[in-house]
Structure formats: C-alpha cells, structure tokens
C-alpha cells in the first residue's frame, strides 16, 4: 500500500510539474522529470510485492486519479476568486491544466508502465528471483525511451522548437536512466510475492 501510494503521487506530482519548462545546468527540461523517473522503479517494486495484476491494477488507477485531478484543478481555476484575499487570478491561472500536457504525460504513462510491466514480467518467467537488479534495468531501460518519446512529442510538437524538443527529450532520457540507477537498489528491500499468491489491489 505504501509503495503504490508513492507511485500514485509521484504520478500526480509530474503531471502537475510537467506545466512547466525549467533549465536545469543550462538545459531544458520539464520539471516534471524531477520526480517522474522514481515510478518506474516504484512499479517494478509494486510488481514483486502484487504481481501483474497489482501493477497493473495501480497504474490504471494512477491514471484515472489523474485525470480526476486535472479535472478538479480545471474546476478551481474557474471558478470566481475572492479578490480580497489578494493574487486570486494569478493562482488560478496556475493552477489550471493544460489539456494537451495532461493527455499526453497520462499517455506516455500507460504505455510506457505496461510496456514495462511486461519487460519485467519476462525477465522475471527467464531468470525468476536471480539477478532481480537485471529485471529493473531491462524494464526501464526500454520503457524510459517510449515514455519520453511519447510524452515530448505529445506535448510540445508543434508547440516548442525543433532543438527545444530534442533537448527536452534528451535530458529527459538521460534522468530517467540516471535515477533506474540509483534505485535499482531499491527491488531488493521488499518481499517477492510467494508463487501461486496473486495480490490484487
């Protein structure tokens, strides 16, 4: 439960970060991306404690909670502000989504998370508990590229330059990848679920 609830949140958080194109060390980058790369490793950990059908139970419902969001912060920044309480308009101008960004990080998402729920289920029918750090790094490995990919040109084709876009897309990759790294550790401190035992959430 704790673990999908951090997905879940880690889930939400990017969409809502993802608003927003920040430089980091001189590149661009949706800030989104500074919390996003942790659920794919945080899914692979779901996927050993619940099996499939947990990990794929969570990421429909991140999915469907983040589209509740979306819809609720929409209903927010409609709505008429209390003026006295001071930089009302501005807040909810903030607050409100941008239609295209939500559909496309909620996209490259499902996609991806199935595509790498599927990479792990593999690994795992191959080498079954040995090198549990191999089931990490080949599942994000090929899920980090088609989320990106998916999500930049969902979201900015069109929108943001050409050199813009690549660099996003670049910077985003190479996060994801640097953050599979670091948690890969992460697989290894939760209870493989026992053989025959589905738990579904």
Known sequence: MLISGAYIAAQM???IASLRIISLGGWAVDAGTLVYPF???LRDMIHKVGGIEAA???IFSAAVINVVMAAFLWLVSVLPPDLATGFQPEFGQVLAPVWRIVFASIAAEVVSELIDTEVYRRW???FGEKRQWGRVLASNAIAVPIDS????LLAFA?????????EVLAVNVALKLAVT???????YTVRHRPVGEDIRI
């Open 124 to 126: 795992v029918v191959a």
């Open 13 to 15: 958080l990017a969409d």
């Open 149 to 152: 990919v998916l999500f930049v």
């Open 158 to 166: 069109g929108v943001l330059g050409t050199d813009v876009i690549l």
């Open 181 to 187: 790294l670091l948690t890969i550790p992460f697989i």
């Open 39 to 41: 659920t794919f490793t």
């Open 56 to 58: 794929r139970t969570t």
